[in-house]
Structures are given as structure tokens and as C-alpha cells.
């Protein structure tokens, strides 16, 4: 199965598709199908990868292009819906102090918040002066879906991504209520990317190492395999009553280690660069810059 990119080729940003991200070599999805954005790609993901394959087989594909790491901007389109859920980690809970959920929690991050895998996280201290980090797998969905059961919502899954639910604490730990769009919606506040990964090319049952780093501090290191409730059961929840669409995306929670739980709680700063990686499924890095 086919990898997706987007990345700036020139002054334009091209869904790229190949079957090796670590080389950097990629075919222009314009190119070769006339496609203009990830959802395409994604609802037609199984039919492309074969004719892919044929035109491979039979050396029709055109040279492929090389992107510097540099040049890669967020996969998912901008008008897809972004949902997040919280507190998914037993690790987690472990550092909140707080009983497991018995369903999970999912809010939503507005469009606005999509940031690229390598861009800058700009916060403004008047709305995010206690800054924070939180490695999260994404899934993105390949077919619309509602009401689905666990088995259901994982078949509904194409693609797994790597993202930072950044977060201004002050809208949790200071605020009478919990101000949860306040805290993580935002403009910038979720980078995702580099690119997609095909759900066929990773053993999700066997539990991903999930990383993230602040200026080469490792911050948060676990597995996936700490999931309370797992992929399945998180995008079957999120669909109860809410239609999902091609495209859309789902964060699963984030593991121990976010600063509002560490000693002297060491929120992020201006220049800080944090580092986000998930194994099989790349690496974001973003470089903060406060105003």
C-alpha cells in the first residue's frame, strides 16, 4: 500500500505518493492521476496502489522527486475534521492522579489548529504562556462512517500519522472550568504529519514506542500498548452520533510525561524545539516561537 505526502515541490504544495519514505523519493499524485488532495487519495487509496504497481511493473511511472525533510507540509486536507481524545494512557492516568475513564474523552480541535510537521508552533502569551507538549498517534479515516462498532471502525481506518497536541495549560489548571478549545484549539496547536502510513504496513496490536523530546530531553517514552481504550474502540466512540468523513482525523491521547505533570513544571519556551516520533511513522519537529 501506497505512503501520502504533501509537500512543497517549487512554490506548490503536491500530494505525493511511494512506497519508501526513508529514500525520499516520491511520484506526484497530479501526475499521475490528476489527484489535488489527500482525501482523494484516501477513498480510492486500494485501486490506486494496484495501478501504481502496474505502471512500476511495466516502467511507465514517471522520475520520481526527491523532498528534502524540510519541505513537507501537513498530509490531511484543511477542511477535515480534527478529533482528539484525552486521558488514554494508564501512564497518564498514573500522573493525573485520576481515575481511569470508563468511555473515552473526545473533544474536538478546530481546522484552524493544523500545523505542519516541521513548523512553527507560535504561541501568544497573552492565551498560552504555560505551553505544553503531547505526542499522540493519529489515525485518518478512508471512508465515511457512523455508528460504527469497534471491529467496523478499524476497517474504516487508511492511515497513521504522528502528532502534537500542543496545549495552554492555563486553561486547565488556572481556569474555574475546564476550557478544553481554549486549552488545545489554538491556531498552530496541532502539527501532524510527515506522512501518511498505510494501517496495512504496522502491527498495531503489538503497541508502537511513542517518543517525544524538548531541545534533546526526553520527555515522554512509552508504547502504544498503554492505550485504555484502543483504536478501534476510540474512532467506534468518536462515531456514535457524529458522522465521519474521508480524511478525517483522530488523535488517541497522549502517554505520561506532558510538563504540567513533571517536577516544577517546565512549560515550553520561546526557541524551544520539540521533537515527536512514533516508530514506523516518522518524526515532527517544531520549533516554538512566542509572541
Known sequence: ???????????????LVGRSPSTGEWYSASTLWGLKNATEYLANRHELSAE???????????????????????????????FAVGVNYRCHVKELGVAPPQEPYFFIKPTNT????????????????????????????????????????LSAVGGLMVANDVSAREWYVQSAFLQW??????????PIGPWITPVEEVALSRGLGIRCSVNGELRQSSSTDQ???????????VSMGVSLNVGDVILTGTPAGVA???????????GDEVVCEIDG????????RKL
Open 260 to 270: 504540567m505533570c513533571m517536577e516544577g513544571q517546565p512549560w515550553l519556551q520561546h
Open 181 to 190: 478549545v481554549r486549552m488545545k484549539g489554538q491556531d498552530g496547536f496541532c
Open 52 to 82: 501504481f504497481d502496474q505502471l512500476n511493473a511495466s516502467h511507465r511511472l514517471p522520475p520520481p522527486l526527491t523532498i528534502e525533510p524540510r519541505a513537507y507540509v501537513a498530509p490531511v486536507d484543511e477542511d477535515r475534521k480534527i
Open 114 to 153: 493544523l500545523n505542519d510537521p516541521f513548523g512553527e508552533v507560535v504561541a501568544e502569551t497573552a492565551t498560552a504562556s504555560k505551553l505544553d507538549y503531547e505526542v499522540e498517534l493519529a489515525v485518518v479515516l478512508a471512508q465515511d462512517a457512523k455508528n460504527l462498532s469497534p471491529a467496523e471502525a
Open 1 to 15: 500500500m501506497l505512503y501520502c505526502a504533501r509537500a512543497l515541490v517549487g512554490d506548490d504544495a503536491e500530494i
Open 227 to 237: 492505550f485504555i481504550f484502543d483504536v478501534g474502540e476510540v474512532v467506534s466512540f
Open 281 to 288: 511513522l516518522g518524526t515532527l519537529a517544531n520549533t516554538v
